[in-house]
């Protein structure tokens, strides 16, 4: 049998109208056999060249524009099979495959869709071709936003990228959703690696419309579960509420860089699903305060603690700030003029290096006058003072350093000598001004409930010192992880500020919790604690690190504190780079798991239960 032959009974078997490319012929002999077969079809017009490579049965009638367009589109889904290469819809048009309107989101794709109409999206290469006499741009980007390419969880992991993160709201989410079967909905869920961080969260609330609709069927009938497992509808338009500097929550929730916090939309998310409205929240590892405040902002009792000093004062300041910022000013007004001249010698090379002398003798002025402790007006300023001892060139006090993480006094002085730097002359009293004019410029929060207990001191002492009438509806914390981070020495410049810790680093490891025995009798007295302010049927959400020894011992913690409850697993997974990854450590970590204690016998998603034993598989790998 000739080449024409096999090749003509190969295309008589294709539907009209559909498309294909030279690649997919080889098998039938030579590739310029292949060539010369089609050219004569082309010119017998039993097929129709549309592109380099690409033809079509010719159709009988006319194409209309409609048909070019999913002409076009086939044209693509063919070369990308026959060529293995990875093609998908651009995140407009997969918007449009799944019926829901274009929102403008902020994906760098836009920038190419005025000049290219049919715009693809590739992760090996950009290039353009025509087809139908159309140009044809494809786009390289990431892997992750072209993943599940020509299914609907492809259109809608494209469509998630395309919207941004303002773009993408629980509304739209339920939309996507609705357009998914619930097989489909299930893969969208496991493809948590492929999704851009910010679409987590609203990924992880599941308001699809259905949902909404079951869910207000439920209430209507007194079928709804005994205990939220899911956001309810009237909390949805609250979460959509972003929370930037615009609002009196966005100034006030980043107060305090951190190291090893909660996302604030986290925080809110986890409050909103699993603690009712005038509710209570406990978090006995609050570091900078995110969870109480969280809970104060959205009309919630709270209760926290936490042993670090620099953790303590921004979590109190966040939650109850000295409400006149010119009392504040004026106190910042007293400690300059109360500076003396032993007050501008620097300690050691750190010091000389690190701040001008004028800030120097500022800053220990501070140290020795302010009363952090007890007064609201000394902690506030103090509390301004931590977040700009050290930062960027231009936002802090300092020469070049970190703000988020102290860094070590001998590599920050071989490197600012290395380059020359020298510490930038600033106007204590001015810049302080500036800070806190744009801190208060929206106010403070009025909280509905008393403003948190904020508790210095190690939760296991703390909690039972908390009012008599506190009892909470959701603890919410994330506790130190075993021999990963030493919150001391994370932040010794500050706690040196506080007069809280000696003018250069120390090796107190007291606060990285390297002793195994130790860490488990830290976790089973704290949740312990917990348990004994807790509601009968409280909710229990812990983030915590999913390696061996941390996640088994707050696994049994967790079981030896609330033996009546049931427990599930959330995997979360690094989705960028690891802080750890920052300093030299590049190994592979198996991530962070949020595991949920709830009720028994509460009315659990079928979701839930597939997304745990999902996770004890997974931690199989790891042991």
Known sequence: MTIRKRLNDRISSLQAGHPFVTAQLLDLGRRDAIDQALSRLVKCGDITRIGRGVYVRTPHNRTSEVETKHLIDQAVIAMSTAHGLPIQSNGKEALCRL?????????????????????FLSSTGRRNFRICGQV??????????????????????????????????????????????????????????D????????????????????????????????????????????????????????????????????PVEFARKVIAQYCPPNGAVLDPFCGRGTVPFVAMATGREAAA??????????????????????????????????????????????????????????????????????????????????????????????????????????????????????????????????????RYQKGILIPEQERPQIILRDAREAIPTLHSSFKADLVFTSPPYCGVTNYRYDNWIRLWLLGEGPAVASGDTKQRYVNKTAYKELLNETFSACSKVTKE???????????????????????????????????????????????????????????????????????????????????????
């Open 195 to 262: 999704l851009p961080g910010w679409a987590l969260d609203v990924l992880d609330q599941n308001v699809s419309e259905d949902y909404t609709n079951r869910e207000l069927h439920e209430s209507a009938t007194g079928t709804l579960s005994s205990h939220p497992v899911s956001t309810a509808p009237q909390q949805i338009a609250e979460l959509e509420k972003r929370w930037t500097p615009s609002t009196i929550e966005g100034r006030w929730s980043g107060f305090g860089p951190y190291y090893a916090m909660f």
């Open 537 to 623: 049927n409280a909710v229990i959400y812990v983030r915590t690190d999913a390696r061996q020894f941390t996640l088994e011992a707050t696994k049994a913690a967790l079981c030896l504190a609330w033996p009546d409850k049931e427990m599930f697993f959330i995997h979360d997974g690094f989705k960028k780079a690891t802080q750890t990854a920052l300093y030299g450590d590049k190994s592979k970590k198996p991530g962070e798991v949020d595991l949920l204690l709830l009720p028994k016998g509460a009315n659990y998603s079928h979701e839930m239960k597939e997304e745990s034993q999902g996770l004890i598989n997974l931690l199989k790998t790891f042991k």
């Open 99 to 119: 019926g829901i309107p274009d929102v403008e989101g902020a994906a760098a794709e836009h920038s190419d869709h005025s000049t290219y109409p049919h715009t």
């Open 136 to 193: 044809i741009h494809v786009k390289k980007v990431s892997p992750r936003k072209i993943a599940q390419g020509g299914t609907p969880v492809g259109l809608a992991i494209s469509a998630i990228w395309y919207l941004g993160k303002k773009g993408f709201t629980p509304i739209i989410m339920g939309h996507i959703m609705q357009k998914l079967t619930p097989e489909e909905q299930q893969l969208l869920r496991a493809s948590r690696r």
């Open 305 to 438: 603690c936490d042993i670090n000093p620099v953790a303590w004062v921004y979590a109190k300041v966040k939650t109850d700030p000295h409400p006149n910022s010119s009392d504040v000013l004026a106190r910042a007004k007293e400690i300059f003029d109360s500076i003396q001249a032993d007050d501008r010698i620097p300690e050691n090379e750190f010091q000389e290096l690190a701040w001008a002398p004028d800030v120097l003798a500022y800053l220990n002025a501070a140290r020795r006058l302010l009363n952090w402790r007890s007064s609201s007006i000394d902690r506030t300023l103090m509390g301004t003072l931590l977040i700009h001892l050290h930062a960027k060139l231009g936002d802090g006090f300092s020469n070049q350093m970190r703000q988020s993480k102290s860094m070590a006094p001998a590599y920050s002085v071989r490197w600012w000598k290395e380059r020359n730097m020298m510490p930038p002359v600033i106007d204590m009293l001015d810049l302080i001004k500036k800070k806190l004019d744009w």
